[in-house]
């Protein structure tokens, strides 16, 4: 079973930042696979954030974080990452990774004054 394990997610204030990370068990192949950020609000659908390529040279965001997060990756750490600034309330939610058929469990964002 393939584990993806979120972590970096936190109670922040509007207009603050986070990073958020996602690594990858040793032995999964994760420099294969397109990679992910998802956000699920209260309420809402999961929602697509930020995806970025194998290799990490392509990146693509969703219009609501276009400018603000930046989706990296460390294939030689086997981690994901999403640099989130200018943090809004509406960017509230539990953020997953995904790569493949594969996801973590979650991390919790919370922005609030």
């Known amino acids: 079973q393939v584990q993806l394990v979120e972590s970096g997610g936190g109670l922040v204030q509007p207009g603050g930042s986070l990073r958020l990370s996602c690594a990858a068990a040793?032995?999964?192949?994760?420099?294969?696979?397109?990679a992910k950020w998802y956000r699920q609000a209260p309420g809402k659908e999961r929602e697509l954030v930020a995806t970025?390529?194998?290799?990490?040279?392509?990146?693509d965001y969703a219009h609501s974080v276009l400018g603000r997060f930046t989706i990296s990756r460390d294939n030689a750490k086997n981690t994901l990452y999403l640099q989130m600034n200018s943090l809004k309330p509406v960017d509230t939610g539990v953020y997953y990774c995904?790569?493949?058929?594969?996801w973590g469990q979650g991390t919790q964002v919370t922005v609030s004054s």
């Open positions: 040793s032995g999964f192949t994760f420099s294969q696979y397109i």
């Open positions: 970025i390529s194998a290799a990490g040279g392509s990146t």
């Open positions: 995904n790569a493949g058929i594969y």
